[in-house]
Each structure stands twice: as structure tokens, then as C-alpha cells.
């Protein structure tokens, strides 16, 4: 497999990481508090609001997860199958991704709305400037 084919591939596994690392998180906050019959099942059924803070901004940022991550899959996938891979299109991705974890920890942690915002509009920049890239790379490419 070629190196960037592989370094796309791990930002990509490293997306998944994230994902699965906050929903265990979340799984740790919440279950035992239900098993130890904290929070009833019929409260929790519908809405979240039952769930103390900590577990809603896990919630919510496994939730993100399932955003503009969708889209990074995609193109990150159409990269790998059309051939579209270059250094600056494998350096977005990982900037993409560390900008996922930057928001990620400050949801959880901190939960300070306007740096939160300003991670999450750069990853959608850098997101945005990854799919602009991979559309022109493909538009330039010869046609066979």
C-alpha cells in the first residue's frame, strides 16, 4: 500500500478512534448511573435532560461525530478511489482531524462556546478547502 494511501487511512482510523473513544466515555457516564437506578429508564427514554451535564456534553459531542466527519469520509474515500491522494490533500485530513479531537476536548472538558465555535469553523474550513481541492484535482485530471 502506498504512503499516502496509508496516512490517509489512519486519519481516517483515527477519526473512528475519536468516535468510539466518546461513546465509550459516554457509556461510562451514563450505565452505571441507570444500573445503580440514579436515573430512570422512562426519563431517559425520549430526551437526555435526565443525564447529568458531564454525559449530555459527551452526548453531544459523540453526536457531532456524525456531522462533518460524514463528509470527511466520503471525500477521503473518493480520494483513495480515484487516485486523488497528494501530500496537501492527506496534510487537510489530518489537520481536519486534530481539529475534530481539538473540539471534541474542548466539548467535554471546558465547554466554552465561542472556542468551541472557532474549532468547529475551522474544521469546516478545512474540510470545505479538502473537498474544493479534491473536486479540482478531479476536474483536472485526464479522462482515460
Known sequence: MPLLDKLLAL???AQVFLTLGLLIWMGRERVPRVMRGEIKVAD?????????LKARLLSN???NQFQLPLLFFVGALAAL????LDWFTVGLAWLFVFLRYMHAAIHVTTNRVY???AAYTAGLAVLALFWLWLVLR?????SV
Open 11 to 13: 486519519a481516517m482510523a
Open 44 to 52: 431517559i427514554a425520549v430526551e437526555k435532560d435526565a443525564y447529568p
Open 61 to 63: 459531542s459523540f453526536d
Open 81 to 84: 478511489h480515484f487516485g486523488l
Open 115 to 117: 472556542r468551541r465555535f
Open 138 to 142: 478531479l476536474l483536472l485530471a485526464p
